[in-house]
């Protein structure tokens, strides 16, 4: 999906399992191919919270701790863990970083928002959901999509994954304390620049990205047409947009 320094769309579809024996079919253990792994350092979590007891399994069961020159980092992908099936033990597989190149976050106008040294992987490609077809239950159908930047933007964000409001505010020389009674306008302005740094990142680099705006607009048309045709639109709107 990457090969080209872009990015397209893939499904990789692993044996069926047995009819009736969901469990002995073939599993890929992590949630998404790319991800990145998280440290408890004791007063921080180092890289993505979301991955902690992920990360922790790896090192009880599997011994990895992190990448092998010992530097643990904010941005280290974790391993696959993939099972042939359930009489066959799980195996551990490195993701080089060379299959996956990170996109590095900069935006135009604000230089200085490189020097927190910012990054993300270049696609979302889910591994951890089944596929029914034909009365056949496939669980192992790893797929990548395409980012939209608002999806990058709250990884960033949100305090329980990296937590960069404050930080990002401060490199822009806003000021993030606000007193009793104030609106905290600020968050507004560097969600703002975050959402624009990603997409211009992404775009830069060559990557698949489409912004928000053009998703809900591109929705709002084939939502009408498939009233239009179907009578229904076949779809949860929420997983499209």
């Known amino acids: 999906a990457m090969s080209c320094r872009s990015s397209e769309a893939y499904i990789t579809v692993f044996k ?31 890289g993505d919270p979301k991955n902690l007891r992920f990360t922790e399994m790896l090192k009880e069961r599997f011994e990895w701790d992190g990448p092998r020159d010992g530097k643990k980092g904010q ?23 060379s ?3 990170p996109v590095y976050i900069h935006h ?20 951890a959901l ?28 949100d305090e329980g994954r990296y937590n960069m409001l404050v930080p990002v505010a401060k490199v822009l ?12 306008f600020w968050k507004d302005e560097v969600m703002n620049v ?15 990205m489409i912004d928000h705006h053009s998703l809900i607009d591109m929705f709002w048309l084939w939502y009408h047409d498939e009233l239009n045709h179907r009578k229904y639109c076949p779809v949860n709107w929420k997983w499209v947009i």
């Open 173 to 184: 020389g806003l000021d993030p304390n606000t007193k009793p009674g104030e609106a905290a």
């Open 108 to 127: 135009p106008r604000y230089p200085e928002l490189s020097s927190l040294n910012m990054q993300w992987y270049p696609i979302p490609a889910v591994s």
């Open 130 to 157: 089944d596929m029914t077809v034909g009365g056949l239950v496939y669980t192992a159908v790893p797929f990548n999509g395409w980012y939209a930047n608002t999806e990058v933007v709250r990884d960033f964000a």
């Open 194 to 208: 975050l959402s624009m740094a990603v997409y211009h990142s992404f775009k830069t680099a060559k990557v698949a």
């Open 75 to 97: 941005y280290d992908y974790l391993p696959l863990i993939i099972q042939a099936n359930s009489k066959e033990p799980p195996e551990l597989f490195e993701v080089p970083q």
């Open 16 to 46: 069926p399992a047995p009819p009736g024996k969901t469990m002995d079919g073939p599993r890929v253990w992590n949630d998404q191919l790319l991800q990145y792994a998280a440290y408890n350092m004791g007063r921080e979590i180092i």
């Open 99 to 101: 299959c996956a190149p």
